[in-house]
């Protein structure tokens, strides 16, 4: 099955600085990479996706990238803000199943 | 906005109980599924249904059954529980046939067995 893998675990940044997660898959079938936010006591909330025939999304602060023959993909966070401050997953998919990655746990410093 | 609904919050249970766990969507969607979230270890499928009575493994569904008997509502079942079943459970669902979408979740049942 599906394999991904996300680094960092724990990433802290100053109020204003960029953020970048990154993840990798190992099923060269997946073709539907999403983003999630979850906040402290919340269900976690799609922030934004990209499909395999595109290496590139953005939605205002957040950007996201894909390397289709690298099997890699990254979250880009600009000019972060407090409300920033969550835990957020990458997740592969290519059927009917997601898989996550661990987690990446993002403070944002004031 | 489509809505899942896990039907507790919280709960607690004992050693060796049969623990019901409900999710009910409202929006019509064919694909239901269960995850288990522990920290560390990301979210995990347990199983994850594609229409009424039909249901799949995922990675994880040691100790666990699932129900679908309609096709609002998908139950996940821990038979006989244990302490390594203390988690986080979110339920999920999407349409058919737009799986390229992303979840929608439920609000999370945090369970401990004790």
């Known amino acids: 099955g599906e394999n991904v893998e996300q680094h960092p675990s724990t990433l802290s940044v100053q109020e204003g600085d960029s953020a970048v997660i990154k993840c990798t898959y190992s099923d060269s079938a997946s073709n539907y990479f999403p983003w999630y936010k979850q906040e402290l006591g919340k269900r976690p909330q799609l922030i934004i996706d990209?499909?395999?025939?595109?290496g590139e999304k953005k939605d205002q602060r957040i950007a996201v990238t894909l390397n289709k023959t690298a099997k890699h993909f990254s979250l880009h966070i600009t000019e972060t803000q407090p409300e920033d401050s969550a835990v957020y997953f990458c997740?592969?998919?290519?059927?009917?199943?997601?898989?996550f990655g661990a987690g990446t746990t993002v403070t944002v410093r004031a | 906005d489509v809505k899942v609904t896990q039907s507790s919050r919280y709960l607690v249970k004992r050693t060796g109980e049969k623990v019901f766990l409900e999710c009910v969507q409202d929006?019509?969607?064919?694909?239901m599924f269960w995850y288990r979230q522990d920290p560390g270890l990301g979210l995990r499928l347990i199983y994850f249904s594609y229409d009424v009575k039909m249901k799949e493994k995922g990675d994880i569904p040691e100790g666990y059954s699932v129900s679908r008997e309609k096709k609002e509502r998908f139950s996940l079942i821990l038979e006989s529980a244990s302490t390594n079943q203390t988690s986080m459970y979110l339920c999920a669902s999407i349409p058919y046939p737009d799986r390229a979408r992303g979840y929608t979740f439920g609000s999370g049942t945090r369970l401990t067995v004790v």
């Open positions: 990209i499909r395999s025939n595109v």
């Open positions: 997740a592969a998919r290519g059927d009917y199943k997601l898989s």
């Open positions: 929006m019509d969607h064919e694909n």
